[in-house]
């Protein structure tokens, strides 16, 4: 289980406020600005069927704003993946709550224009206050309450006025495509606007979640992500990194011992596998390095954390030039990106112990190619490339890339003036 990101409400809010800004922008909550954003263009189709996407895109952004609101209030420091939902009753009365503000305001609109402006003020004054009630009790009729109002305000003090002003600032980007004359521009301007908006609700919602959380104990909450810290065993893992490097300061074997007998069991948070090879370092024990970055690196791949495996693996490299991790297809996948982040180096030593280890492997044709592409274009190795690929070419023949080896060997041999070699055919 990864290590789960929390925050401490003792942050100070301006603290929280600055982290905020990016918070739309990261996790899960990025590709649902995104996709909504898009979603927004079919709204300009004719007649219920715009009006059927947009409902259906105003149902997806307050849902998934809702989630961010009470992830926010339970401690958790990161946005919440697509498709989970918590506490999906508060989820449903605050979408309900939201359309039926909407709703409102398109009636006066129509109806009573002039209204609409004090309308959309009162809205934005309350609306915090019913989102947070909603978030730490779940309760859609103490949540309308305008006395709940008053005690939530009370509780929070002036800070409340924060997503209040937010709440302004959305309704007048909502408002502003409604202004624009119809045409390209207005319909080139549908994402851009979409996107800015569910920025701000993402963000208002999820400010809001930072303030339940920092006061938790005055809404009588128990922060959920506390909850699981204490039972995946992540704050013992705290408290035992303090006392391995106490006992580091005396004997580092011993801290090193503690922290082996710790990984034996469950998976293990970065910062104590971190802490273990720091000290296998300082103790000059090569072999424990190069064997805990084999179970470690294949670790982090199970996690999708490739680029930070990509890192262990060129660490590896350094202490031993012969390194490469046990699974091929973790190798593959590691040379691969080693070549697209411009390691090229790591992504040749990667590629050979490939084609040396695994010569058997259906993928060393693609390999090649890789390895290939790398010497000509950033070593000048062309011949040492031809050789390569014709040899290959001749051990590859009923492979679909072998089309592919053969006329890129053909073309280099040429370049270079090496004879053609009938065994690439």
Known sequence: MPPIKTISPETPLAERFAAGLTYPLRGGALPVCVMLALGQCLTILPSFVGLGFGFALWLARWRYAATCLVHTANGF???PD???????GAGRWLTLVHMLVVALCVACALLYPSMLWPLLLFFALTLPAIDMSLAFDGDGGAALNPFKWQAVIGRLGASYF??????????????LPSLMRPGIGHALAQPLFAFGYTYLIIFNLHLMGVMIHRHHERFDMEPEAEALIRESGQDEDERLLVVVRETAAVDRRAAIGMLVERMQGRSAPTSLHQAYRQLLKQEGL????????????????AHGEARRALALTQECVEIDGTFLPDSP????ILAELAASSGMTRLSLKLCRGFLARWPRSPECPRIGLLAAKQMTERH?????AAVLLGKLAATWKEHPLHPTLVAQASQLQRAIGIPHTPAVD
């Open 286 to 301: 090569n072999e424990g390095l190069i064997e805990h970055g084999q179970l470690w690196i294949a670790a982090l791949m």
């Open 82 to 88: 697509i498709g989970v939902e918590e506490s999906p």
């Open 380 to 384: 000048g190795q062309d011949a040492e």
């Open 329 to 332: 297809e973790q190798a593959a």
């Open 162 to 175: 924060i997503p209040v002003v937010i709440n302004v600032a959305t309704g007048v980007l909502i408002m």
């Open 77 to 79: 420091a990161e946005p």
